[in-house]
Every structure is written in structure tokens, then in C-alpha cells.
T-cell receptor, first 114, second 113 residues
């Protein structure tokens, strides 16, 4: 296993621009999660997929956020009309589907909105 | 709703000393408990987890944690720390039947020579 990968690792954008992040989970992991971590805080759950189905979305995920996992493999997280408050580390994790399985985290994408 | 409290935002300790990082949780249902470590500019790595069974859980890098249901705690311990243990440590809870982790705010462990 090569682990969970995320791209890009860093993104600087201007307020109002759209950004898209990609997450590639560990192969054969059916579940994929997105979390957001702001400075000095623990990660907060945003959403998760089982295969291609998005099964839960947090209230943190405003209408400007959309996540997809079209073929049940990689996932994208798009933020439209970015705001300075969107500046954070966006973490992706994946796990198998079998009871309580460990979530394996990627290195994260650090977003800075100017 | 469940929540996790890590009362110590920062714990300074000398190398080779023992350390305990505290974690308390609240939940109205059964939970699974986790400790993750985060090194600078990296993602989270699982240290250990409690699902059921023995309340003393051993993890990687010499860490262990004890689940105490009556005190709703899951404190992390290491008998002798190394400089390389300097990192942020997060306690997390997952309600049985739900898939998302709820994290505490983290404890920064600072190990000095």
C-alpha cells in the first residue's frame, strides 16, 4: 500500500476563487472521509463516502463545498467562492468496510485564502 | 452528541521521563477510542485504539492507554519519552454504528534534552 495521497499539498488562492483538492485512498478501501483542521484545533468531520455514495455531510459543509467520488476510487473536494475563513488543512482518510476499521490519513492539503 | 476533552494544550517533559496525556470523553452510547499523533506538516498516524476487551491497550512507539469507563477517560502514557516523540497528540472517539471520528483539540508534547 502506498498510503493515502492528497494533491496539492499546499494551495494559496485569492478570496472568491474556486479551488479543488484531490484525494487518492488506499486501494480497495471502500470508505473515504474528509476532515478540516484549523490552527490549534483537532480535525472536524466534513463528509464521508462509501464507494461512490456520499452517506453523511456535516453542517460545516456549506453550499460552497461539494465533494464527489464518481467511481468509488479517488475523491475531489471543491470550494467555490473561497473565503478567508476557509483557510485550513483539509485531511482525507480512508478505511475498509468491516466493522470498526482504522481510518488512515493522508498528509493533507493546506489552503491559504488571501 | 459525543465530545472529547484534552485539558492539557501543551505538556513539556524532559527526555527519558514518563508522560501522561489526558483525554476525557462524553457520549450517551458505546464508543470506540483512538489516539493519533501528528508530526509537523504531516497527516495523522494511529498510535492505538480501544474497541473492546482489555482496558489496557498497547500501541506503537512504546505508548499505551487505559480505558476507564466509569471516569470516561482514555489517558495515553509512555514510561520514557524520546526527543522524537515531540508532536501533537489527538484523542478521538467514534460512536458505535457511526463512521465519523470526533477529535479533541490536541496536546502538544514537547520533549527537551
Amino acid at each position: 500500500d502506498t498510503g493515502v495521497s492528497q494533491d496539492p499539498r499546499h494551495k494559496i488562492t485569492k478570496r472568491g476563487q474556486n479551488v479543488t483538492f484531490r484525494c487518492d485512498p488506499i486501494s480497495e478501501h471502500n470508505r473515504l472521509y474528509w476532515y478540516r483542521q484549523t490552527l490549534g484545533q483537532g480535525p472536524e468531520f466534513l463528509t464521508y463516502f462509501q464507494n461512490e455514495a456520499q452517506l453523511e455531510k456535516s453542517r460545516l459543509l456549506s453550499d460552497r463545498f461539494s465533494a464527489e467520488r464518481p467511481k468509488g476510487s479517488f475523491s475531489t473536494l471543491e470550494i467555490q467562492r473561497t473565503e478567508q475563513g476557509d483557510s485550513a488543512m483539509y485531511l482525507c482518510a480512508s478505511s475498509e468496510v468491516a466493522g470498526v476499521e482504522t481510518q488512515y490519513f493522508g498528509p493533507g492539503t493546506r489552503l491559504l485564502v488571501l | 452528541a459525543q465530545s472529547v476533552t484534552q485539558l492539557d494544550s501543551q505538556v513539556p517533559v524532559f527526555e527519558e521521563a514518563p508522560v501522561e496525556l489526558r483525554c476525557n470523553y462524553s457520549s450517551s452510547v458505546s464508543v470506540y477510542l483512538f489516539w493519533y499523533v501528528q508530526y509537523p506538516n504531516q497527516g495523522l498516524q494511529l498510535l492505538l485504539k480501544y474497541l473492546s476487551g482489555s482496558t489496557l491497550v498497547k500501541g506503537i512507539n512504546g505508548f499505551e492507554a487505559e480505558f476507564n469507563k466509569s471516569q470516561t477517560s482514555f489517558h495515553l502514557r509512555k514510561p520514557s519519552v524520546h526527543i522524537s516523540d515531540t508532536a501533537e497528540y489527538f484523542c478521538a472517539v467514534e460512536n458505535t454504528g457511526f463512521q465519523k471520528l470526533v477529535f479533541g483539540t490536541g496536546t502538544r508534547l514537547l520533549v527537551s534534552p
